[in-house]
C-alpha cells in the first residue's frame, strides 16, 4: 500500500489478557521498527526489524513483550498479561534501511487501553 | 545512552509570528538530527534534518539549527499558521534507530 498500515486502530483488553497488534509496512521497506508513546510523551523505542539481520530487542521494556516479522513484511508485536502500564499508543515505522530517517514512515498507531 | 529532552511543553505564538522550539541531547558522538510534527491521532511525519557537519539548514518556512558545542537543537518556524499547531519532536539518529525528546505543544492563535 501507499503507506504503514496498523490494526486495529483502537483496542481495548482486560488486564491480563493477551494482544495482538499488527503493522504492514511499506511494500520494499526493509527496516521496521515499533515505538511506544505513552499520553504526553515522546515515543520509547521498542523493537527494530532490518532485513534477515537479528532484530535489535534493546527497547522491550519486559518478557511480555515480543514481535516478529513473517517473510520480511508483516509485523505482530504481542503483549502477553497485559497491565494497565502498557496503555499507550503503539506507532510502527518502516524504512528503506540506513538510518536515513526522512525514509521513516509512520503508521497511525494502535490505541491499546487495558482496563 | 542518548537522551533527548526539550525545554518547553507548550509553546503559544500568535498566528504570523514566530516559532522557536528548542531541544537538548546528550551524547556528542550523535552525528544526525531530525525533526518531526505529530498532529492529533496520526503517526509523527517529517519536518526537516541536519548532519552534525552542519549549523543551519533550510526548508520551506522552517529552519533548523544546530549547536554540537551546547548539544542544542533548534526548529524555527517562520509566519506560524493554524496548520501549524502540533506537537513537535526532536529525534537523534543512535544506531539506525530514532531516540525522541518528550515532545512540545505548538499552539497558535488567530
Known amino acids: 500500500g501507499a503507506g504503514v498500515s496498523q490494526s486495529p486502530s483502537n483496542k481495548v483488553t482486560e488486564k491480563g489478557k493477551d494482544v495482538e497488534l499488527r503493522c504492514d509496512p511499506i511494500s520494499g521497506h526493509t527496516a521496521l521498527y515499533w515505538y511506544r508513546q505513552s499520553l504526553g510523551q515522546g515515543l520509547e523505542f521498542l523493537i527494530y526489524?532490518?532485513?534477515?539481520?537479528?532484530?535489535?530487542k534493546s527497547g522491550l521494556p519486559s518478557d511480555r513483550f515480543s514481535a516478529e516479522r513473517t517473510g520480511g513484511s508483516v509485523s505482530t508485536l504481542t503483549i502477553q498479561r497485559t497491565q494497565q502500564e502498557d496503555s499507550a499508543v503503539y506507532l510502527c515505522?518502516?524504512?528503506?534501511?540506513?538510518?536515513?530517517?526522512?525514509?521513516?514512515?509512520f503508521g497511525s498507531g494502535t490505541r491499546l487501553t487495558v482496563v | 545512552g542518548e537522551s533527548v529532552g526539550l525545554h518547553l511543553p507548550t509553546l503559544s505564538v500568535q498566528e504570523g509570528d514566530n516559532s522557536i522550539i528548542n531541544c537538548a541531547y546528550s551524547n556528542s558522538a550523535s552525528d544526525y538530527f531530525i525533526w518531526y510534527k505529530q498532529e492529533s491521532g496520526k503517526g509523527p511525519q517529517f519536518i526537516i534534518d541536519?548532519?552534525?557537519?552542519?549549523d543551519k539548514r533550510q526548508g520551506q518556512r522552517v529552519t533548523v539549527l544546530l549547536n554540537k558545542t551546547v548539544k542544542h537543537l533548534s526548529l524555527q518556524i517562520a509566519a506560524t499558521q493554524p496548520g501549524d499547531s502540533a506537537v513537535y519532536f526532536c529525534?537523534?539518529?543512535?544506531?539506525?534507530?530514532?531516540?525522541f525528546g518528550t515532545g512540545t505543544r505548538l499552539q497558535v492563535f488567530p
Open positions: 515505522a518502516s524504512s528503506l534501511g540506513g538510518g536515513e530517517a526522512r525514509g521513516y514512515t
Open positions: 526489524f532490518q532485513g534477515n539481520s537479528a532484530p535489535d
Open positions: 541536519i548532519r552534525s557537519n552542519m
Open positions: 529525534a537523534v539518529n543512535n544506531t539506525d534507530k530514532l531516540i
